[in-house]
């Protein structure tokens, strides 16, 4: 059931990324208006298009970077005791000499 959970999460994750391919459209639809009515401000509004573009790819790469996060880092806490459980066990039996 927690797999299944992950999955879905790491999926809800990643829509993200289907909002930054709209904003950047937006970001180069509004560079073709503003060139077309002032082409005279063209170099002044294409470095402001591409640090609009550069803010929105970053909002997307962050969607893959949590999906990640969601699939392989976070574990259940029942899973997590039971790797500090055998993790002190061994420890002990190193202690006392007996591995």
Do not use: C, D, W
């Not at 880092?73 to 202690?95: D, N, P, W």
């Amino acid at each position: 059931m927690l797999e299944g959970a992950k999955s879905m999460g790491a999926g809800a994750a990643t829509i993200a990324s289907a909002g930054a391919a709209v904003g950047i459209g937006n970001v180069f639809s509004s560079l073709i208006h503003s060139v077309a009515r002032n082409p005279s401000l063209a170099k002044q509004s294409f470095g402001y298009a591409i640090l609009g573009f550069a803010l929105t790819e970053a909002i997307a790469l962050f969607a893959p970077m949590m999906a990640f996060l969601i699939l392989f880092v976070f574990r259940s806490k029942k899973e997590g005791f039971s790797l500090i459980k055998q993790a002190t066990i061994s420890q002990l039996k190193v202690e006392l000499g007996t591995i």
